[in-house]
């Protein structure tokens, strides 16, 4: 197949699989995450480029895959529905201190996840002490305190 | 139905500036679930075969004297083999493979080697010395996708090949 459609269909297959699997697949770069992505883009690499190890198909597949990207970021530019569906929306999962079960259980968060957050970026000490906590598109967590 | 499963918080506050569009992530939610069953569904028939290697894929074609084992699914520039398996062969067995076939193949290695090779009337012939029950394996490479179909010669026998190979 022509390295061109191959790197797109790889680019529009890995934007479907990761928002398929959802913001938190992958968000927290644990030991185990680390390995399981050099994993992933050494899949990848393999079915991009096969034995073709041409300097063209190099500059080919790079093209592709930036320029796709340059698209997109295009499109959600222009298109607020394309930005939804490509990155999705961020979610409020804490409000005034109270953890929204339903929120957090569909979206894979744990209170224990939110507290981390607030600890490690704001050095909260209990979840009373949140206003909000938002999971963001990239899957992390913001953490909103109360204003003293 | 799905979406009743799907029931968020209602949160009210205008403090906090974020575009937070609840009506969109229940579908996003619904979207994941049923992405995650397909995805659970595809692996699934993988184990199975149907991307190749599997019980859905492995076929067996037989006549009296000879059978050829093969992998009805195929992957792009994947090796896989045939296997010819002929009974009672006289001290000499041909194969002829058709050339239209071949040119969506690369044959990596045959074992044994034929004595002869030779291409008549848009078939590859294989020649081989033989006597008794005999195994013929060809190492072959596909080397374009989609959906064919060959008749194989073995002998005065023709065996019907189908394979599909996945990009």
Same mark, same amino acid.
Request: overall charge neutral.
């Given at each position: 197949?022509?390295?061109?459609?191959?790197? *797109?269909?790889?680019?529009?297959?890995?934007?479907?699989?990761?928002?398929?699997?959802?913001? /938190?697949?992958?968000?927290?770069?644990?030991?185990?995450?680390?390995?399981?992505?050099?994993?992933?883009?050494?899949?990848?690499?393999?079915?991009?480029?096969?034995? +073709?190890?041409?300097?063209?198909?190099?500059? *080919?597949?790079?093209?592709?895959?930036?320029?796709?990207? *340059?698209?997109?970021?295009? *499109?959600?530019?222009?298109?607020?529905?394309? +930005?939804?569906?490509?990155?999705?929306?961020?979610?409020?999962?804490?409000? $005034?201190?109270?953890?929204?079960?339903?929120?957090?259980?569909?979206? /894979?968060?744990?209170?224990? +996840?939110?507290? $981390?957050?607030?600890?490690?970026?704001?050095?909260?000490?209990?979840?009373?002490?949140?206003?909000?906590?938002?999971?963001?598109?990239?899957?992390?967590?913001?953490?909103?305190?109360?204003? $003293? | 139905?799905?979406?009743?499963?799907?029931?968020?918080?209602? #949160?009210?506050?205008?403090?906090?500036? #974020?575009?937070?569009?609840?009506?969109?992530?229940?579908?996003?939610?619904?979207?994941?679930?049923?992405?995650?069953?397909?995805?659970?569904?595809?692996?699934?028939?993988?184990?199975?075969?149907?991307?190749?290697?599997?019980?859905?894929?492995?076929?067996?074609?037989?006549?009296?004297?000879?059978?050829?084992?093969?992998?009805?699914?195929?992957?792009?520039?994947?090796?896989?083999?045939?296997?010819?398996?002929?009974?009672?062969?006289?001290?000499?067995?041909?194969?002829?493979?058709?050339?239209?076939?071949?040119?969506?193949?690369?044959?990596?290695?045959?074992?044994?080697?034929?004595?002869?090779?030779?291409?008549?009337?848009?078939?590859?012939?294989?020649?081989?010395?033989?006597?008794?029950?005999?195994?013929?394996?060809?190492? #072959?490479?596909?080397?374009?996708?989609?959906?064919?179909?060959?008749?194989?010669?073995?002998?005065?026998?023709?065996?019907?090949?189908?394979?599909?190979?996945?990009?």
């Amino acid at each position: 197949m022509n390295p061109i459609f191959r790197g *797109l269909a790889i680019y529009v297959f890995l934007l479907l699989i990761f928002r398929i699997t959802g913001k /938190r697949s992958l968000s927290e770069t644990t030991t185990f995450e680390f390995v399981l992505l050099l994993i992933i883009s050494e899949t990848i690499q393999q079915a991009m480029v096969g034995e +073709d190890f041409s300097i063209t198909t190099a500059f *080919l597949l790079i093209m592709t895959l930036m320029g796709a990207d *340059l698209v997109l970021s295009l *499109l959600k530019n222009k298109f607020k529905t394309v +930005d939804k569906i490509t990155e999705g929306t961020p979610v409020i999962i804490v409000d $005034n201190g109270k953890p929204l079960q339903h929120r957090m259980k569909l979206s /894979r968060v744990a209170e224990e +996840d939110v507290l $981390n957050a607030a600890r490690s970026s704001l050095g909260l000490e209990r979840m009373e002490e949140i206003k909000f906590a938002v999971l963001e598109n990239d899957g992390s967590i913001s953490i909103i305190p109360y204003k $003293n | 139905m799905l979406f009743s499963k799907f029931k968020l918080e209602d #949160v009210k506050q205008d403090s906090l500036q #974020v575009e937070e569009d609840i009506s969109f992530v229940r579908k996003e939610l619904v979207f994941q679930r049923v992405g995650w069953f397909v995805m659970f569904v595809v692996l699934a028939l993988g184990c199975v075969g149907l991307f190749g290697t599997g019980i859905l894929s492995h076929r067996t074609e037989a006549t009296a004297n000879a059978k050829i084992e093969y992998e009805r699914f195929l992957r792009f520039d994947n090796k896989t083999q045939l296997i010819f398996r002929i009974n009672n062969a006289n001290s000499s067995t041909t194969i002829g493979i058709p050339i239209n076939y071949l040119s969506k193949f690369i044959v990596e290695k045959i074992t044994p080697e034929p004595h002869i090779q030779r291409q008549t009337n848009g078939s590859m012939f294989y020649d081989f010395h033989t006597a008794g029950s005999s195994e013929i394996r060809m190492l #072959v490479k596909p080397i374009t996708t989609g959906n064919y179909k060959a008749n194989i010669a073995v002998n005065r026998d023709v065996i019907q090949l189908t394979h599909f190979v996945y990009p």
